[in-house]
């Protein structure tokens, strides 16, 4: 029980300073190896849900595996908590097609935009996507079809220190991932950016 208030208390932290930081701002959440970085965002995503967010993104892993596991770990805790509220997409999964994500997407957006629709039947879409340059790339170009722009999301960076910063900054270029993360959070004008890590020192040993 103790812990259970621990992570509550961290979550409404979290998510409460992302809203009082406003819309496009980037939050750095830092906790200590093995210190449940994971539980502490799935709290966030379940407190958004909670405060009106449509729309999730977790850029999970920077390899297959890892991006598998973060994908069964949200579906499972999440659809314990609420096993009605959610719809997840993964656009890396063979079994889906980008289309298919795009209608599913549709109806996300239009049930969050109607007044009429019971908040019952308002699931929140939550997007599972590799932390890679080319599929970063295809899911922002489904928000050039599909229109958040007047609705709450929330983009969770896990590993913000892996692959996600400008590691071409000293040559005056932008890296792929870098760039399509910069595209992904134009698309979503109503984002709110939090970069979670246990080692924000990474960056420092790069050349190393």
């Known amino acids: 029980e103790q812990a259970r208030d621990a992570v509550r208390a961290s979550a409404i932290e979290v998510l409460g300073g ?19 970085k994971t539980l502490s965002y799935e709290g966030v995503i379940s407190l958004a849900r909670d405060n009106g967010f ?78 890679h340059h080319g599929g970063i790339q295809n899911l922002t170009a489904l928000f050039g079809q599909v229109d958040f722009s007047g609705q709450r999301v929330l983009i969770i960076d896990d590993e913000a220190d892996q692959a996600s910063l400008n590691t071409l900054a000293k040559k005056g270029k932008q890296s792929p991932t870098y760039e399509n993360l910069l595209a992904l959070r134009e698309a979503l004008p109503g984002h709110y950016y939090l970069q979670y890590t246990a080692t924000p020192q990474a960056p420092l040993l790069i050349a190393i």
């Open 18 to 36: 992302a809203l009082n930081a406003g819309p496009g701002t980037t939050g750095l959440v830092v906790g200590r190896v093995q210190s449940g």
């Open 54 to 131: 449509s729309l999730v993104i977790v850029i999970s892993g920077i390899s297959n595996p890892l991006l598998a596991q973060g994908e069964r770990r949200l579906k499972q805790d999440l659809g314990s908590a609420d096993k009605d509220g959610w719809l997840f997409a993964v656009p890396n999964d063979k079994q889906q097609s980008m289309k298919q994500i795009e209608q599913q997407l549709q109806n996300v957006q239009a049930n969050w935009s109607s007044d009429s629709t019971p908040k019952a039947y308002k699931q929140t879409a939550v997007v599972v996507v590799l932390k």
